[in-house]
């Protein structure tokens, strides 16, 4: 891998994997010496520091996988990365990431230059041929300005020349925007699910319950899913079917306490279930008789329960083959679509959007309001 600069001393190179063992349990296995080669040594211990303050892992693995970009770019470029990074190379940054083919064709220092682009790609870190996704860049900009601020620097990632910037250079790019599941898992496409899970083996219980989990949560990330423990889950009071009937009829409620994730930074944040998703939960705690530790574990195909927490790879896994087994098309489903669904679903219940963000936990307005969008214009 030649990216222009010399490469670290061995003994430097040494310290900082040694350092990165720390991490074993975050970064993928096999990236110790890869990150070890591209980081500088305040970039460990910033990742260091971040994993002890409690950042989610799957936090800490992003922003390692940024930062290693980050610096490699830059020394692909012939630069070390300054700390905090002037609007101009921030600017450099989207240029090199996102542009017009079309204007590529007849303008060769249009976009990532040749030279850096091949650096990149024989370290590992370029797979494409064009423009990066619009998303993928702002996400790494994202991580860069928390990278920033963690080293105690005020960035420049709010000034109107970058934003500017971004803005044009997504309308340039032909790259079309994806989502991370092409259909929702609405309310219709859940009870196909639970229908497909609807067995008495432990596997189908489990199943049960952590996708009514994920769904009334507010569609929680498959992350949070895998990670939930039970030290998270809080019994609550009985609630009233009908709040005007305080003496009436009674439903079972709980709350999660999420703490810090990508979207909530307090770590007192909550969201509430009640009625049949903390039954399923109640129940599958019950029949796996898990007191502590990962609420949803792996089975193995005699039926066993694992001690090891499901993956959120696995949780993706899981939906999609109940999607199948529901006869409906597993490729048009990720994980993902549970968290679309919920508020797809909440719009179509006329449900007001800050009353379903809480549930959700979206801090994005404009991010939450385009599946409200969406299923205003499916109603006829």
Known sequence: MDLRLPKPASDQKLRRAEALDALDAVLPFGRRDFLADILTDDDVETLRHLAKEGIGENSVRALASDLGHLEAWSLAAGFSLPWPAPEALLIKFVAHHLWDFSRRETDPAHGMPNDVADALRAAGLLRI??????????????SWSTLTQWRGFTGKFNAPGLRSALKLAVRASTRPRKRKSEKAVTADVLFALLQACAGDRLVDVRDRALLLVAFASGGRRRSELSSLRVDQVVALDPVAVDPKEPGGPKLPCLKIRLGRSKT???????????????????EWLERAKVSEGAVFRGIDRWGHLERNALTPQTVNLILKRRIAQAGLDPKVFSAHGLRSGFLTETARRGIP?????????HRSVQQASRYYNDAERLIV
């Open 353 to 361: 959007l800050p009353e379903a963000m809480q549930q959700s936990q």
């Open 264 to 282: 909530t930074e307090a770590d007192d944040a909550f969201v509430l279930l009640v009625g049949r998703p903390v039954l399923a939960l109640q």
């Open 129 to 142: 041929e064009g423009p990066h996704a619009p998303s993928t860049v702002r996400r790494r900009l994202s």
